[in-house]
């Protein structure tokens, strides 16, 4: 997706926990070139402006309990070239290969170090802006 270099890349934080969906904003609206973010319940996805595209999307796997891959394989299929990031309580190694299987770019589980995710969004917000701004060379994750 190309977008001016002016605008900074979309983000889209999806989680049916306000607290965590507030926490995530909250972290990541502080970093640099990360001022467009939106945030919503799953329950509410469907009352999002459908023609906005999302550069990343960070999103649980597990819903009311249980893991959803159609959720994720969904998500990829409406949002092909965005970073999926799924962002979990659920450790489990099986899911994980599953999950990245299904669609999604990275899997992080939430006890992981927190500063993993700033660094990952930082990265990954670092490369749009390079390719927007005419650059070849891919900037690292410091």
């Known amino acids: ?4 270099a002016h605008q900074n890349p979309g983000l889209c934080i999806i989680n049916d926990s306000e607290i965590i969906r507030e926490g995530l904003f909250s972290l990541l609206r502080k970093l640099p070139n990360v001022d467009n973010i939106d945030i919503f319940n799953r329950d509410k996805l469907s009352n999002r402006d459908m023609t906005k595209n999302y550069d990343v999307i960070i999103t649980d ?4 309990g249980k893991i959803d891959l ?13 970073k999926l ?5 659920f450790n489990n190694h099986e ?10 770019d ?7 170090k927190y500063n993993l995710l700033e660094h990952l969004v930082t990265g990954i917000v ?16 410091s």
């Open 70 to 82: 159609e959720y994720i394989k969904s998500l990829r299929n409406e949002y092909p070239s965005a």
């Open 106 to 112: 990275f899997f992080l589980f939430m006890e992981d």
């Open 1 to 4: 997706m190309t977008v001016p």
């Open 95 to 104: 899911y994980r290969n599953m999950t990245i299987h299904t669609g999604a």
């Open 61 to 64: 796997v597990e819903f009311q």
């Open 126 to 141: 670092s490369q749009i802006r390079f390719k927007q701004n005419g650059k070849n060379d891919k900037p690292g994750l």
């Open 85 to 89: 990031i799924v962002y979990t309580n």
